[in-house]
């Protein structure tokens, strides 16, 4: 079992940033696929950005087109956490954002956070 809980999150003018973190209680997530997710009210839940292992000490990164050159996902060099740097921010960037652990797919993640808000004002 893998508990995740999120950080961050926050209320911030458009063109702003943010920093979202994912701490993993009593356990590594050098061997998860992570990633992060948002949903908004009415809406599925949506991919936002990934980290999967591509060898030993690679990972790769993936990103929805909707963040791609904004965001940055990154592993802590702690090895239970989980970073995504959000940069020039827009009002359509609002969302309940998850961080999510997977042991195979990124996009099919096992084990979730409880969730943090970030509200961007235009």
């Known amino acids: 079992q893998v508990q995740l809980v999120e950080s961050g999150g926050g209320l911030v003018q458009a063109g702003g940033s943010l920093r979202l973190s994912c701490v993993a209680s009593g356990r590594t997530l050098s061997n998860y696929a992570m990633a992060w997710f948002r949903q908004v009210p009415g809406k599925d839940r949506e991919f936002v950005a990934g980290?999967?292992?591509?060898?030993?000490?690679?990972?790769?990164?993936d990103y929805a087109d909707s963040v791609k050159n904004r965001f940055t996902i990154s592993r802590g060099s702690a090895k239970n956490t989980v970073y995504l740097q959000m940069n020039r921010l827009k009002p359509e960037d609002t969302a309940v954002y998850y961080c999510?652990?997977?042991?195979?797919?990124?996009?099919?993640?096992?084990?979730w956070g409880q969730g943090t808000q970030v509200t961007v004002s235009s």
């Open positions: 999510a652990a997977a042991v195979t797919s990124q996009y099919h993640p096992d084990y």
């Open positions: 980290t999967r292992r591509g060898g030993a000490m690679t990972y790769y990164a």
